[in-house]
């Protein structure tokens, strides 16, 4: 499994932005497929925004579409999840996961039951 680390969580109002990344060490994330999800209390995980290993194309859940944009940053070894315009119902904590060779698209992979390595997560509050 890969070791992965989110960070870049925090504390922002309505309206502001945050920039998470997810981080592995001695494994390159390029290989494989990555997907940020969410879970906010007594809530089911969520698929928030995945990137392709294959061909780079990218997911988004309606919830986030215009807002987030994911990306990979292969000189820090980082995917990264750019969020503007949080609102309150974007408060969660938000887990990075990633699995090799995923086949299918990239909206059917962006499941939580597709990835099989999970970060710790990183706490997002938006609050007024």
């Known amino acids: 499994q890969v070791q992965l680390v989110e960070s870049g969580g925090g504390l922002v109002q309505p309206g502001g932005s945050l920039r998470l990344s997810c981080a592995a060490s001695?494994?390159?994330?390029?290989?494989?497929?990555i997907g940020w999800f969410r879970q906010a209390p007594g809530k089911e995980r969520e698929g928030v925004s995945c990137?392709?290993?294959?061909?780079?194309?990218?997911y988004y859940a309606d919830s986030v579409k215009g807002r987030f944009t994911i990306a990979r940053d292969n000189a820090k070894n980082t995917v990264d999840l750019q969020m503007n315009s949080l609102t309150h119902e974007d408060t969660a904590v938000y887990y990075c996961?990633?699995?090799?060779?995923?086949?299918?698209?990239?909206?059917?992979?962006?499941?939580?039951?597709?990835?099989?390595?999970w970060g710790q997560g990183t706490q997002v509050t938006v609050f007024s």
């Open positions: 001695r494994f390159t994330l390029d290989y494989y497929t």
């Open positions: 996961a990633a699995e090799p060779h995923a086949p299918g698209t990239i909206q059917a992979i962006c499941d939580r039951t597709r990835f099989g390595s």
């Open positions: 990137i392709s290993s294959s061909d780079g194309s990218t």
